[in-house]
């Protein structure tokens, strides 16, 4: 099984970083240098990933190794609503976008806390949401251990 996940994970990490060199040759930008080593990045640490779920008690014992890097692979996505603040900033207003069921409650809130406060009640919001998942994964990396 170790074998599948890792043929696996090889042939989905070559299709992506493939995709994304095509992209930077392309059209050369930072945003796409910036694609390329996030896919480096997530590639590496869903390999690590993989190789730490395998080991004796990777996933449950005392040196919960799994963990570390499953972390890892989380906090980049911190950096979502720090964007989505940075763009209510630059806009001097928060807009709500196409509102689907699920963030149908979010966008009210930041809406009223728009009306409440002005643009910086969403900014900070999203401010502290964003920081606030980089402190608490940053805490939880601390008691994980890598080996």
Excluded at 58 to 78: D, F, K, N, Q, V
Excluded at 112 to 131: H, K, R
Aim: proline letters at 3%; aromatic letters at 14%.
């Amino acid at each position: 099984m170790k074998k599948t996940f890792l043929v696996s994970w090889a042939l989905l990490s070559l299709l992506l970083i493939g995709l994304v060199l095509r992209e930077l040759w392309v059209d050369p930008s930072f945003a796409s240098v910036f694609a390329l080593g996030m896919a480096g990045y997530y590639s590496f640490c869903f390999f690590k990933l993989i190789l730490a779920a395998y080991m004796p008690w990777g996933l449950l014992g005392s040196y919960r190794r799994a963990g570390y890097w499953l972390c890892l692979i989380l906090l980049p996505m911190t950096l979502i609503p720090l964007h989505s603040a940075y763009e209510v900033w630059v806009r001097g207003a928060y807009v709500a976008a196409q509102t689907s069921r699920r963030t149908a409650v979010l966008q009210q809130v930041l809406g009223w806390l728009q009306d409440a406060i002005g643009y910086l009640g969403p900014l900070l919001a999203l401010g502290a949401f964003g920081l606030g998942m980089a402190v608490v994964l940053l805490r939880l990396l601390r008691g994980q251990v890598a080996r």
